[in-house]
Every structure is written in structure tokens, then in C-alpha cells.
Nanobody, 120 residues
Framework: QVQLVESGGGLVQPGGALILSCEATGSIYSINSMGWYRQAPGMQRELVASIDSGGSTFYLDSVKGRFTISRGSIESAVYLQMNSLKSEDTAVYYC??????????????WGRGSLVTVSS
């Protein structure tokens, strides 16, 4: 069993900063990639940022230059530094991991979601 525990959501003013963190625990053999998706009311879930085992990163165009994803010294931890936040960044952010478990092949796992609200 693999679980993703995320934290760091909250209320910030436009232009502010916030850090999201996520840690994967459980029966993990290796982690192929980790990242965050977000979903705003009335919108589809979209990939915000991801990082794979080789360190390659992906960013949604609208967050490039503002958000930075990084891995911890332990591969099970990932962080999203969000700077210059805008109201349109308001959404529930879901940690995601593609994991090679000890008993299965590659599987996708999701965190419970953290609400990020950007408002003055």
C-alpha cells in the first residue's frame, strides 16, 4: 500500500508565496515521478508540475517562472515552491506519484488534496 501525505495549503494574498510538500510512504520499490495536479471549481484537473526520477521537470505554461518543483534528499519527498501567486492559482492541489510498488507494476497514487486560496 502506498500513501501520499501532503501539506502546506492555505490562504495567501496575491503576490504571496506558499510551499506545498508531499511524502510517499508504504510499499515502495521505486518512484518514477511525483508532482502536483490542481483542480479549480468548474475546471478540469490539470498537471501543474512534475519531476521524474532523473530530475527532469515539467511545468504548466501558466506557472513557469513562478513555481519550482524539487525532490528531497529522500526520493519519497517532493516540494512545490509557489511564488507570485495569482487568484487564478486558487484550486485544490493534489499530490501525485507514479510508483513501482513491491508487489505491482507502475501505479498512480493521489493525495487527499490541499486547498490553496489566493485572495486579498
Amino acid at each position: 500500500q502506498v500513501q501520499l501525505v501532503e501539506s502546506g495549503g492555505g490562504l495567501v494574498q496575491p503576490g504571496g508565496a506558499l510551499i506545498l510538500s508531499c511524502e510517499a510512504t508504504g510499499s515502495i520499490y521505486s518512484i518514477n515521478s511525483m508532482g502536483w495536479y490542481r483542480q479549480a471549481p468548474g475546471m478540469q484537473r490539470e498537471l501543474v508540475a512534475s519531476i521524474d526520477s532523473g530530475g527532469s521537470t515539467f511545468y504548466l505554461d501558466s506557472v513557469k517562472g513562478r513555481f519550482t518543483i524539487s525532490r528531497g534528499s529522500i526520493e519519497s519527498a517532493v516540494y512545490l515552491q509557489m511564488n507570485s501567486l495569482k487568484s487564478e492559482d486558487t484550486a485544490v492541489y493534489y499530490c501525485h506519484a507514479n510508483v513501482n510498488s513491491t508487489h505491482y507494476g507502475a501505479m498512480d497514487y493521489w493525495g487527499r488534496g490541499s486547498l490553496v486560496t489566493v485572495s486579498s
